[in-house]
């Protein structure tokens, strides 16, 4: 079984200053772990993926996230935040034996205030 | 490149009525998904098809929704009759492999927004 916890449904930061958005994950399975990002009425884009390669992963606009087996996490950072990073940011895990499905979490939002 | 595209963006039915969404995945690719969204929660899997076979349809309440994918290319997802809480945002996503496997990336959709009153 998978499962995937964001651990904070909002938060605030203000410009310019760092975002940390947390995830932890549970895998039966070597995962595969994806950040998705949702701005209003648009579609989910993709982050960044880690793929059992290099455990910290970089990704589009400054973010990145570093894969922490020991502690199952899979945490979300950017040094600095900017306005229109404001939206909606969801962890999933996949991973399994034969039929592969994503599993998202139930995502954070993430407000940059001016 | 262009990417998943979906239509209609908007409906508004009231219960007991029918409706269908329609998708088009990005080109060649083999795998379709159909995901429902409720507010304030992450989407949830309906239905898989690989090509046009259905691989994991375990969470699609089947006595009111049904897909079908035509000629492995587009798809259609139609609930007849609807209820007050399939009111949700259904999403579509495609991605390249024909045998997904965990590493696969998902391309979505910007998705349907459903209202049933």
């Known amino acids: 079984a998978q499962s995937v916890t964001q651990l904070d449904s909002h938060v605030s930061v203000s410009e310019g200053t760092p975002v940390l958005l947390r995830c932890n994950y549970s895998?039966?399975?070597?995962?595969?772990l994806f950040w998705y990002v949702q701005h209003p009425n648009k579609g989910l884009q993709l982050l960044l993926k880690?793929?059992?390669?290099?455990?910290l992963v970089k990704g589009i606009n400054g973010f990145e996230a570093e894969f922490k087996k020991s502690e199952t996490s899979f945490h979300l950072t950017k040094p600095s935040a900017h306005m229109s990073d404001a939206a909606e940011y969801f962890c999933?895990?996949?991973?399994?034996?034969?039929?592969?499905?994503?599993?998202f979490g139930t995502g954070t939002r993430l407000k940059v205030l001016a | 490149e262009a990417g998943v595209a979906q239509s209609p963006r908007y409906k508004i039915i009231e219960k007991r009525q029918s409706v269908a969404f329609w998708c088009n995945p990005i080109?060649?690719?083999?795998?379709l998904y159909w995901y429902q969204q409720i507010l304030g929660q992450g989407p949830k899997l309906l239905i898989q098809?690989?090509?046009?076979?259905?691989?994991?349809d375990s969470q699609l309440p089947k006595d009111r929704f049904s897909a079908e994918r035509l000629k492995g290319v587009d798809s259609t997802l139609k609930i007849q009759p609807a209820k007050l809480e399939d009111s949700a945002v259904y999403l579509c996503?495609?991605?390249?492999?024909?045998?997904?496997?965990?590493?696969?990336?998902?391309?979505f959709g910007p998705g349907t927004r459903l209202l049933v009153l």
């Open positions: 996503a495609s991605s390249l492999g024909a045998r997904a496997g965990a590493q696969e990336t998902q391309y």
């Open positions: 895998s039966s399975y070597s995962p595969s």
């Open positions: 880690y793929t059992s390669a290099a455990t």
């Open positions: 999933v895990v996949s991973s399994g034996s034969g039929t592969y499905k994503y599993i």
């Open positions: 080109s060649g690719h083999a795998t």
């Open positions: 098809f690989q090509n046009n076979g259905v691989v994991d």
